[in-house]
């Protein structure tokens, strides 16, 4: 059974900055682009960033880039997103999932998501 679990969220100045991780476990982690999502209350949920199984390509939002990095530790079985220059639009809760296909801002529908983790910040 694949599992992924988010960590790294919580409370945040704007202006401040968040690494929240993505531990893959159960499947073939290192075969699998990755992705992040978010969901503000009351949005719809935003696809904001993937990297590709060896790391070697990346996608970002307009909503985030220039603020947002995503890397991977294949060895860890881990994902990263590190958030710098946060804002209180960025409030949400944070996903991440598994891609079976993925190619700029089109995916196909995940099917392994992590259960969420929540970034609040405060202005």
């Known amino acids: 059974q694949v599992r992924l679990v988010e960590s790294g969220g919580g409370l945040v100045q704007a202006g401040g900055s968040l690494r929240l991780s993505c531990t893959v476990s159960?499947?073939?982690?290192?075969?699998?682009?990755v992705g992040w999502f978010r969901q503000a209350t009351g949005k719809e949920r935003e696809f904001i960033s993937a990297?590709?199984?060896?790391?070697?390509?990346?996608y970002y939002a307009d909503s985030v880039k220039g603020r947002f990095g995503i890397s991977r530790d294949n060895a860890k079985n881990t994902v990263y997103l590190e958030m710098n220059s946060l804002k209180s639009e960025d409030t949400a809760v944070y996903y991440c999932?598994?891609?079976?296909?993925?190619?700029?801002?089109?995916?196909?529908?995940?099917?392994?998501w992590g259960q969420g983790t929540q970034v609040t910040v405060s202005s």
């Open positions: 999932a598994l891609l079976t296909y993925w190619s700029g801002s089109y995916y196909s529908p995940p099917p392994y």
């Open positions: 159960g499947g073939r982690f290192s075969s699998h682009a």
């Open positions: 990297i590709s199984w060896n790391g070697g390509n990346t």
